[in-house]
């Protein structure tokens, strides 16, 4: 997370939200499928914490879910499922 976003956190009452850094709509939380790369590969990562843009849909993730999720990677996992992604192109 940038210095940023970090100053622009806001605590009130407990309840923790972001100002977006695009809109500057407010972030509520939630749980969200989230592409993630590590080492090369390509992971979709269900059931992520998320910080999520309720005016333009952003989504902001902490550095410690991101950690998490290259330890869970890194670590013996079960995978859920697999499935094939096509590469494709833009014509120039
Ligand atoms: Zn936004």
């Not at 939200?17 to 390509?42: A, D, N, P, S």
Request: charged share 35%; aromatic share 8%.
């Amino acid at each position: 997370m940038s210095t940023i976003q970090r100053i622009r956190q806001k605590i009130l009452d407990k309840d923790y939200y972001m100002i977006c850094e695009f809109c500057g709509g407010q972030t509520t939380k939630k749980k969200v499928k989230r592409q993630h790369w590590l080492h090369g590969k390509l992971y979709i990562v269900e059931n992520v914490d998320a910080e999520v843009c309720m005016e333009c849909g952003e989504r902001y993730f902490h550095a410690r879910t991101l950690d998490e999720i290259d330890r869970l990677l890194g670590d013996e996992h079960d995978i859920k499922d697999r499935i094939e992604v096509e590469v494709v192109s833009l014509q120039e």
